[in-house]
């Protein structure tokens, strides 16, 4: 099994930036891949937004791309979600995953955008 526990969010104004942490543990090393979801309002499904592969590889949403930018710290067992240039609209709960056979799921971390 894998635990994934999110930290960073908060309030930002927008055109602000801001950086979510995902530290993981369990079973790590047999983890394929690692990304982000968000869910920008109570009953409304969870969106994509970026993933990394063990690799490397990354792959973003067209809502995002160019502006977030997904990494994996082997070292520290973390995956981070660099966020730049906010908007009102990234303005949910992020959610951190591991793909590990199952997927794995984090607890969430508000991001609120707003001057």
């Known amino acids: 099994q894998v635990q994934l526990v999110e930290s960073g969010g908060g309030l930002v104004q927008p055109g602000g930036s801001l950086r979510l942490s995902c530290a993981a543990s369990g079973s790590i090393f047999s983890i394929s891949s690692m990304g982000w979801y968000r869910r920008q309002a109570p009953g409304k499904q969870r969106e994509f937004i970026g993933?990394?592969?063990?690799?490397?590889?990354?792959n973003y949403a067209d809502s995002v791309l160019g502006r977030f930018t997904v990494s994996w710290d082997n070292a520290k067992n973390r995956v981070y979600l660099q966020m730049n240039s906010l908007k009102p609209e990234d303005t949910a709960v992020y959610y951190c995953y591991a793909d590990h056979g199952p997927r794995y799921w984090g607890q969430g971390t508000q991001v609120t955008v707003s001057s």
């Open positions: 993933a990394i592969g063990r690799g490397g590889s990354t």
